[in-house]
Structure formats: C-alpha cells, structure tokens
C-alpha cells in the first residue's frame, strides 16, 4: 500500500474525508467532555455534597458508593458507544477513502 | 449462613489474640519454601517464554513493537499487565481495607483515564509511531530537536516510575518472604534484563500478559470466597461490612474526638461514606487530572500500540484494557473491604502503615490462617502474583526508556538515522542494559526514601509534556517544534519544580517536633471555646503558602482540657509496671472467664508495649537523622506549595506554552507535514506494516 506519490493535500480536501473529519470531531469531543465532565463529579461530589452522597438508598448502600460504581458502567459504556461506532461507520468510512486513493479516483 | 460467621467471628477472636508480634517476613520461615516453589514455578514459565521470544527477535521491530503481530486481545491483556503496578494491586485494597470509600474512590481515576488513550490517543498513535513517542513528535516537527526533548521526558518519566517501582517492590518483598531488600531490588533488576534484552517487546508482552492473568485470577479467587457467605448479594455483604466491630473501631481511631457521640451503626456507615482519607478536594482533582491525562502520555503505555497490526487492534486493545482495569478495581472493593473485616485494620496497618498488606493478609486468612498450610500457599501465591506484578511493570519501563534512549537519541539524533539495522538492535539491547543498570542502582541508592509520591510526580510530568506535545501535535494545525519543546521543557520543568516545593518532600523541623513530641510527651492542652469557621481570603491560598493568607477552617465545637501526654520513657515504664502486676495477678483468678479477659488484657498491654518501643525508637532515629537540619533540600522550613499533585498549575501551563511558542514562530515544515499527519492518522494509509512470521 506504500505509495510516496499520495497527494496528502488532495485527500484532507476531498468532501469524502471532511466528512469524516467533521464526524469524528464532532463525536469524540462530545464523548471526552462528556467522561471529563461525569468523571470530576466524583470528587467533587465527595468533598462538597456529602449530605447527597450519605443518603442511603439500598439497605446501607448510600448515592455516593453507588455514584463511584456508576462511574465504572459510565466508562465502560463511552468504549462500548465509541466501539461500535468506530467499527461500524468510521471504518468504513476510512475504507471508502483508501479505496479511492488506490484506485486513483482522488488525485 | 449465619452459621458460618459467626464460625468466622470465633476464630476471628481467636486470631487477633494469637498475634501479638509479626516476625521479619509475613511468611513464616516453616512455609518459606512453598512461597520459593510459587515463585520459580513463575520465573521458570516466564524464562521458557523469553527463550522462545528471543528466537523471533531479531529486527528492531521484532525488539521494540514484537513485530507488530500482537492481537488486539493480547494486547489489552498486557496493557493491564504493564500498567496495574503493585501500587494498585497491593495499594488501592490497602487504601480501602483502612480508609474505606475513599480508597475506592480513588481507584476509579486509573480507569477513567484510558477514555482519553481509547479517543484520542490509541489510534492515530498507532497509524502515525513507529517505536517511540518521539517519532509521533518527529513526524512533522523538527526530527533531533524534538526527539532529543521527547526522548529526556520519556526517560524522566519511566525514571521516577521506575525507581516507585523499584523501592517499592524491594520492600514489599522484604515484607512479604523477608529477603533482604538489596537482593530483592537486584532480583528483580536482573530478571527484568533477561526479559527485555533477549526478549525484547515479544517476551515483555507475554510476561505482562501472564502476570494479568494471575493477578485476575488471584483476585476472582479471594473475591469469591469473600463474597461467597454472602449469596453474592451486594447489599447483605456491605450490611456485614458496616456491622463488622474492627472496622467500626477502625472508623472511631480516623475520626478521634468526634466519634465519641456516634453509635456502633454510624460509624460503620461511615466507612462508606467520604473523607476519611481524602481531606483536600483540589489535591483530588489536581491529581485526578494528572492520571486522566497523563495516563495516555506515559511512554510504556504508547509504546504498547506500537504492537499491534492495525489501529483497529488498538482500538480492541483499549476496550479490553478498560474492561480487565476496570473489573480488577471494582474487585479490590471486596478485596479492601474483605481483609478490613476479616484481618482488620488494625494488624493490616500494623504489618505495613500504608495497608498494602491488605491482600496477602487476606489470602492468608481465607487459606485458613497463619498456621495453616492452605493459608500459607495462598499468601505465597498471592505473594508471587505480586513479584510477577514488579517484574512486568518495571520490563515495560525499562524498555520504553530504552527506546528513547537508542532509537530517538543514538539512532536518530547521533547516527542521524543512518545507523544499520543490525547496529539498531545492538544499541537497543546496550541501552536496555544500560537502564536495567541504573534502575538497579537508583532502587538501591533510594533504600529507606520516601517515593510514594514519585508515581503521581510521573504522571504529572506525562500529563504537563508528553500529552501537550502529542495532542497538539496531532490535531492542531499551527503547532510546531518552538511549541512543542517549550510546552514539554516547561510543561516538566513546573510539575518537578511544584513537587520538591510541596508537602511531599520531608521537612526535617516537622519532624524533629514531632520526633520530639513521642520522646518528651505533650503538655495539656486548656480547654477551648467554640470557634466559628473561617472562610479561606483567596484561592491562590489553597495553592501556595503566601503573605497574609488565612485558610478555610470549619466552625470548631468548644473542647474539653486535654490531659498532657507522657514522653515515650515514661510511658514505658508505666506500661511495663502495669503488666507486672497483671501477670503476678494471673494465676490468682480462678474463674475461667475472667481468666481468659485477663489474658486478652495482659496480650493488648503487651502490644501497647511493643508499639511504644517501635515509636520510641523511630523517634531517636529521625532525631539522629536529621540532627541539626531545618529545612528541606530546597531549602524550605515548611511546604510553599501547597497540594501534593502539581498537575492543577503545571498540566495548563503545558497546554498554554504548546499554543504561545506555536502561535509566536513559524515552522514550515510543521505545516507542510499537517496534510499527511491528519490524513494518515485518520486512515492509516502508509502506516508501518506488521512483520510476517
């Protein structure tokens, strides 16, 4: 697949690969700030509400134990959505792209 | 059910009597050789697989990426296995077994951080690198200028994580089996070389994968048997947890005073409930940024997507890393709250203050105690499960900095990429013996020094340099090599300079008056009025220890007159009087039970004596330690900078300096290269190619 004549400047125009790049921006972003945000709830939460976190809401299982088991479920969750999306559309994608370059139809 | 614990209770009774005093090594010497078998059981399976990895390693990326043949799951499973250290094995089941939530809490941070490595970092790493992160950087930056500073913070880094590891280890085997600590430092040094310099990233991966392995296991097995009496009920098991009276006891000795108006029941609660351990909320986040951010910046991590075929694969690699990480510490939940239960607190932190005792105590104990030979195998198992732990953490570093050093330094900045294939892996394998080396050293030169906060330092270099650096350069167009060595240099500069200025490093006036204090005893303190709280006059005050600044205090109930508190001597001799008379009264009580609360008595004066006298003579020695000093290496009376994690200051510091130097200069290649850079990293068109085998 190596091939040192690619015309990088052609491909990042192409409207094929702008739109991935717009895709992934736009969902990736939206996944980071997301976890980032979910994630620093956490401390936060423990040090400045911790009348919330003391609540008990299953036998002595109290909202604070349950909110850092919730933060496992999240992250795992962010890889499984990132995962699937990933596999499904952007490789796909991806391979249109590279498809298109090594048939020469974007020059 | 409740047969059984209260079976469990019994001979816990039991157990807690017949230990008065913990010999050199948590093994004893009659079990010794079964922690020996377990331990070269391990070593010769690892040794097999560095003898067949050593016969398909002969290329540079055969030694540095395992010819980048590693399937998606087997890499995930070592990238569990480079990056759960004994700090998260052992530490964070301690940290719960004495602190309860807040040891839990503080796991979830470690796993948090590969959403970052799974979305930004993971595959376009893998489209881009070949073996080092200084190639990411040298793609369209100027190649020498950044591989030189890539290559520096990559062995900066790997260095201070290395020489926690390192430490770290050598204590944990010195506590565990009571080999000597420079032997056990040297062992590992040694082992490690021959995994890495005839292996080279082939058999560092299997290593790694066989110690994650283990250590799932290990854990699943211990959980079980916790979990088990239970049904598996979440709600019955945590019930016990709060009900348990050792852990309640343990939450009335952290609380002091204030527990004194608490019933058996809050205080139990109170172990899952926060603030027993984590008392400054902006240290929390200061670090919880460090290991979000940093995670995807330590080069061992990198390094791993080096490995696999396709970015596909690091894409699979991170999903399961995330899946195994995140499972082991939901386990080390019930692993912390288990050995709280059933070991204690109490004698966890009396083998080890830290608690990372708390998992081969437990193991120890669901064998069947310490007499017992089940008992006794599963702490040498767990024990070796641990030295497995060292090992593959500490060949991942090893090699990671020895990357830098040949391939960035030597091949690419000395020989100027010229150098034969046939000197490369050469140069690799000097350099890695060269690292091996100086770990060896530094492990044993560091002896008795305080690196717990070396592991957060090394993560918040990654996070303040190496991320900036490969971040920008990834997906910002105008970065450039002026931003991108004035990120990284000021970036690592900041966290290093933050940490020697912080409460980390050891300030001897602190110590000599507290030193003192345990040899000449407390005056009494008068009684006090309320106080109202106070509200803290800036936030620069939370940071740093200015002029003029008053700090947050919360209202303070009026307090009784404390009585004054006896010099350790003193103390002694009391202590010493009163266990005379208790045994010349011994055999004058005739009733039984009473017999039996005499002894427990007389066992709990004995403990107190051997506590004193440990107290007393850390006293003198931190007394003859640092006779005559005042100030710390820098000079400092006391802390100037106040967190311990300096990644709130130096982590954007080292984003906003990538940005000023890029935005202030022009690199033309740097933006030549953009094109290609964002085109391959998004489609792995041109990326290096696995090797067939």
Known sequence: MSNPNINWAAIDTHPKFQALHRKKTFFLWGLMVFSIIYYFMLPIGAAYFQDLFKIKVWGVINVGLLFALSEFVVAWTIAFIYSKKANAEFDAMTQDIINDVNSGSIK | MKLMLNKWLLSLAAFSVSNAAF????????????????????????MAVTFWAARSTHTTSEFYAAGRSVSGIQNGWAIAGDYLSAASFLGIAGLISLYGYDGFMYSVGWLVAYITVLLVIAEPCRNIGKYTMGDILAFRNDPKKTKVVAALSTITVSTFYLTAQ?????????????????????????????????????????????????????????????????????????????????????????????????????????????????KNPIDQISLGLALVLGTAGMPHILMRFFTVPTAQAARTSVIWAMGIIGGFYVLTLFLGTGAAMLVGSAKIASVDAGGNMAGPLLAQYLGGGESSLMGNFMLAFVAAVAFATIVAVVAGLVLAAASAMAHDIYVGVIRGDHATPKEQVVAARVASVIVGMIAITVGIMAKGQNVAHLVALAFAVAASSNL??????????????????????????????????????????????????????E???????????????????????LDGCVLAKPAKAASAEKPAKLGAAEKLAKLNEKLQSMEVALPTIADAAAKTAAEADIAKVKKDIAATEKAKAKAEDDLKKFEGQTTSIMGLEKPFFLLKNPG????????????????????????????????????????EAATAH
């Not at chain 2, 079990?31 to 059981?41: N, P």
């Not at chain 2, 005839?198 to 058999?203: E, P, V």
């Not at chain 2, 005073?257 to 172990?271: D, I, V």
């Open chain 2, 23 to 46: 010999a050199a090594g948590a093994v004893a010497d009659e079990f010794k050789w079964m922690t020996f078998s377990v331990f070269g059981l391990i070593i010769a399976i690892t």
């Open chain 2, 166 to 278: 390192m430490v770290g280890g050598g204590v944990l085997i010195k506590t565990l089996i009571g080999i000597d600590y420079e032997i056990s430092v040297v062992g590992v040094g040694v082992l490690m070389l021959v995994y890495v310099v005839f292996g080279g990233m082939k058999a560092t991966t299997w290593v790694q994968i066989i110690k994650a392995v283990l250590l799932v296991t290990a854990s699943l097995i211990l959980v079980t048997m916790v979990w088990a009496p239970y049904g598996f009920s979440l709600p019955s098991y945590l019930q016990a947890v709060v009900g348990d009276s050792k852990i309640q006891a343990q939450v009335a000795k952290l609380l002091g005073e204030s527990a004194a108006t608490m019933t058996p029941e809050e205080l139990g609660q109170r172990f899952l409930e926060p603030g027993l351990f984590l």
């Open chain 2, 468 to 521: 900036p650096a490969v971040f920008l350069t990834l997906y910002w167009k105008k970065c450039n090599t002026t931003g991108i060595i004035l990120g990284m240099v000021v970036g690592s500069l900041t966290a290093i300079g933050l940490v020697m200025i912080s409460p980390n490093m050891t300030y001897p006036k602190a110590v000599i008056a507290g030193a003192n204090k345990v040899l000449n005893g």
């Open chain 2, 523 to 545: 005056p009494a303190v008068p009684a006090k009025e309320a106080t109202p709280a106070v509200e803290r006059s800036a936030f620069m005050c939370e940071l740093f220890a």
């Open chain 2, 648 to 687: 709130l200051i130096s982590i954007p510091l080292g984003f906003l300096l990538v940005i000023l130097g890029s935005l202030f200069t022009k690199d033309k290649r740097a933006e030549e290269m953009w094109d290609e850079l964002y085109v391959r990293q998004n489609t792995g068109i041109n990326a």
